[in-house]
DNA sequence: TTCGTGATAGAG
DNA sequence: TCTATCACGAAG
């Protein structure tokens, strides 16, 4: 039987295509999974959001890892933030910022100590949290185990490009990417 | 709209 | 040592 499971050679493109490819991809980890519904693309090169801009230890984390390796990191004192490394016709990060919940609902609501759904992983921070994500799998593969692994689903999605948001520097590239209409998102897309 | 929070990095 | 900065979230 076929693999769903996302392999290395799908982030050994360039950021902004593989962020807007994993809109519609399902985050599986450990007893959770959720819809990815928006990302983020980070450049390492030209891009001022981009921590490589500001931090010689994300340019290390770069060179030493390899394309589809979790990035995490700790933000404001209370949120750990999920990206994947893509190494490739150009090298940066994908942040993921939200997901629909679709398994361990029930787990994901214990952690969050929320019942809406809407908000069990509506934004970087939340979906961490809900997730059980932190620095304990900073440097993982996510292209080799299947526990903790991006997986294609069978149905195509509608992507909206618009601004990255919680940025002051180079924010006005279009490479937010979200689901059209998803109700899952952190904030609404701008019309 | 505000404010807490802690890691990082660069200046002094 | 000190301080600015930050890809956030929750309360109000």
Redesign the pocket.
């Known amino acids: 039987m076929k693999s769903r499971i996302i392999r290395t050679a799908f982030f050994q493109r360039d950021p902004i295509t593989c962020a807007r490819d994993l809109v519609g991809t399902e985050l599986i980890w450990d007893d959770c999974a959720g819809k990815i519904v928006e990302t983020?693309a980070?450049l390492a090169k030209n891009d001022e959001?981009?921590?490589t801009f500001?931090?010689?230890?994300?340019r290390e984390f770069v060179q030493r890892n390899k394309a589809g390796t979790a990035?995490i990191?700790?933000?404001?004192?209370?949120?750990w933030?999920l990206?994947a490394l893509v190494k490739g016709e150009a090298d940066g990060?994908v942040?993921i910022r939200a997901l629909k919940p679709l398994r361990g609902i029930n787990l994901m609501k214990k952690r969050?100590g929320l019942d809406d759904e809407r908000?069990l992983c509506s934004?970087?921070?939340?979906?961490t949290q809900a997730f059980d994500i932190t620095n304990r799998h900073h440097e993982i593969d996510l292209c080799a185990e299947p526990r903790h692994c991006f997986a294609h689903r069978p149905a195509e999605v509608d992507v909206v490009a618009d601004a990255?948001?919680?940025?002051?520097?180079s924010a006005h590239h279009p490479w937010r990417f979200t689901e059209r209409g998803s109700k899952f998102v952190?904030r609404r897309v701008k019309s």
Request: with cysteine; net charge positive; hydrophobic share 30%.
């Open positions: 983020e980070y959001a981009c921590h500001s931090r010689p230890s994300a990035y990191y700790f933000s404001y004192g209370a949120h933030m990206n990060f942040l969050r908000q934004g970087p921070g939340k979906l990255r948001i919680g940025i002051t520097r952190s």
